[in-house]
Structure formats: C-alpha cells, structure tokens
C-alpha cells in the first residue's frame, strides 16, 4: 500500500473531504511549518503566528466537507494572509491591510490572478467585518441592498442623518485604504524601474 506521505495534495483533500484524521495528519505535517513562517514574517512574533496556523488549521478541519479547494497551499497560505489582517485590524493597524492590498495588486497579472482576486475579495470582507455593526449594517444595506439613506433609516428606525454619516465614513475609510495603497504601489514601480 503506497505511504500517505507520497499522496498529492488532491488526493489528501479527496481523503480530507470523507473525514480522513490520516489525511488531515499530513496536511499539517506537510505545511505546518511554511505557514508559521509566512505568518512570522507579517507578526514578527513566534506564538501569534502559531496561533493563527492553529486557528487556519482548526478552520480546514471544520470546513473539510464544505470547501473546494483547488490549490491546497494557496488557500492554506490566503488563510494565514486572512487571520493576520484579523489581527491586526482589531488593532486598528492600516499598514498592514495596506500592505497585504499592495502584494496582492502588484501580482495581479500572474498566472495565479484568479487567487489574488480572491485575495482582494477576502480582504474587502474583512474589511467590512472591522466595521463596527451599526456602520457595517448600513454599509451593507446601501451598498449590497441598493437601499437608499432614507429607507435605511426607516428600516433600522434612525434619522436619515445617521445612515448618510455612517456611509460616508465608511466609503472614506474605504476610499482612503484604497487610495492610498494605489499610491503606494505606482511609487514602488516607480522605484523597481
């Protein structure tokens, strides 16, 4: 019988998806490592970055008859990019989002852009899950809902002047982040020439 550890990454998320123990094994054994160090190099901080491996892991576990993954080290290492945004979005810390927004937009053209769109789209979620839950309702509300500021505010029984505040410091943060980090990224390419 051929070793678990000569299986492909498809074949593992094949035995993955039937509830594999053995499969999920060698996932972690496989990539453990690599991750601790892509999250090490974001954090700066050896136990953070467990943390976020352990959580990353915990997820694939939970989710191991949800998800299709495709490309096993490309989610593993999206993942590990996600729950170091989280962190450092509950600290209140732009660069970092700014940063992760940057290296996903300067490799857009790879072969791989389907992953950095993914990239983009996960970052944007995230984004809009630091909002704080009023903002983030209204948010959602005018933007995904296409409701207006006054529907919004009889919806949610609040003055149409709170749901035109709230939106608006949102799509400036929004607007902000984005801004900015095109800036940054021309002055690289600028540099890089």
């Not at 190099?41 to 495709?70: G, P």
Request: hydrophobic share 40%.
């Amino acid at each position: 019988m051929k070793s678990i550890r000569t299986y492909t990454d498809k074949e593992l998320l094949d035995l993955l998806s039937n509830d594999s123990s053995t499969a999920f094994e060698e996932i972690y054994h496989r990539y453990w490592q690599s991750l601790i160090d892509a999250a090490f190099r974001r954090i700066k901080d050896i136990d953070n970055s467990k943390d976020i491996v352990q959580n990353v892991f915990i997820d694939l576990w939970n989710r191991r008859d949800k998800v299709e993954i495709e490309n096993l080290s490309a989610y593993l290492n999206t993942a590990v990019r996600f729950q170091v945004f989280k962190i450092f979005s509950k600290k209140k810390s732009s660069p970092v989002f700014l940063a992760l927004f940057d290296t996903i937009r300067s490799q857009h053209n790879c072969p791989e852009s389907n992953l950095h769109d993914q990239d983009l789209k996960i970052l944007f979620d995230s984004w809009v899950e630091c909002l704080p839950e009023k903002r983030r309702k209204i948010f959602m509300l005018h933007f995904r809902e296409n409701l207006s500021t006054k529907e919004i505010a009889e919806l949610l029984q609040i003055s149409q002047k709170t749901v035109q505040n709230q939106v608006g410091r949102a799509t400036t943060d929004l607007y902000d982040k984005v801004i900015l980090s095109t800036l940054v990224l021309v002055a690289l390419n600028e540099i890089i020439k």
